[in-house]
């Protein structure tokens, strides 16, 4: 299994060194705004992909646990082998996702960009600038500092290649308030969802009665249809209070906005 080293010398495993080194870049873009890590804190990570945010809470915290959420076996078996090496039984890797209802559903796996894989295949297929976007404002701000070099005409190439050679896997779903259940979860501190287009849907999985074990979200959102806007209704519905989104550096030219929430 392959290992990279984080920039501070953190070993890691990982599919792709530098998709770690950028995922990793992305973690204290999540803790702003009062989205912070606490000793005891029950984390879901939902898209953990190879599970650098887990780790790194593990790293900054004791006594914690986490539960991250990855629907891709290629992926997932990376992300397992991470979760055992820094949070052992406290660190579940759990390989299925999760949405409004349990069941099945296809995603498509970029090989070549494993972060970008998603069962929403259609928010870069009806937006043909998104991806390509997407990778130009990564390449102005990744942590490699050769990345901020290359020339941005070649964004549209490398998008190409990034997406070239996709994979159709079908993948379990299951939802948030039955994962409360099995384990019987007093509480989630953070709620952390990166999952490429499914957030919405991951949020409507929450039974009215589990929403006020929720302390604290972190969302990535695609903001294509409203969703933005939904998701911000949802979560005033169900008692938050503070609420702030914002454009990360880098995709300004994108769909994509973090949203933080504290009840």
């Known amino acids: 299994m392959k290992q ?3 920039s501070d010398g953190t070993e890691i495993y990982c599919l792709r060194s530098q998709e770690a080194l950028v995922l990793d870049s992305h973690v204290e873009g999540y803790l702003q705004h009062g989205i912070i890590i606490s000793a005891n804190d029950i984390i879901f990570d939902v898209g953990a992909n190879i599970g650098v945010f887990g780790l790194r ?9 986490v539960f991250a959420f990855e629907p891709i076996p290629d992926i997932h078996k990376i992300l397992a082998a991470n979760a055992l090496k820094f949070g052992g039984k406290q ?17 498509t796996y970029y090989p070549n960009a494993p972060a970008l894989s998603t069962a929403h295949n259609e928010d870069w297929q009806h937006q043909p600038d998104e991806f390509k976007n997407a990778v130009e404002g ?4 990744a942590p490699m500092w050769y990345a901020r070099w290359i020339p941005k005409f070649l964004s ?3 998008s190409n290649r990034l997406m070239a050679n996709s994979v159709e896997v079908r993948c379990p779903l299951r939802t948030i308030s039955e994962v409360i259940a099995e384990y019987n979860l007093p509480r989630i501190d953070l709620l952390k969802i990166d999952c490429e287009g499914a957030e919405l849907a991951v949020l409507q999985g929450i039974n009215k009665a589990d929403w006020a074990k929720i302390q604290k979200a972190v969302i990535e959102v695609h903001d294509i249809d409203g969703r933005l806007d939904k998701i911000k209704n949802l979560l005033q519905t169900n008692g938050f209070q503070q609420i ?12 994509m906005i973090n949203l933080f929430a504290i009840r």
């Open 244 to 255: 702030i989104s914002e454009k990360e550096a880098g995709f300004e030219k994108t769909s």
């Open 156 to 158: 549209r190439f490398i």
């Open 57 to 65: 809470a593990f790293q900054s915290q004791k006594n914690i646990r």
């Open 4 to 6: 990279t080293k984080l």
């Open 91 to 107: 660190y579940h890797a759990l390989n299925y996702g999760l949405s409004d209802q349990a069941g099945e559903l296809n995603f």
């Open 138 to 141: 990564s390449l102005r701000t």
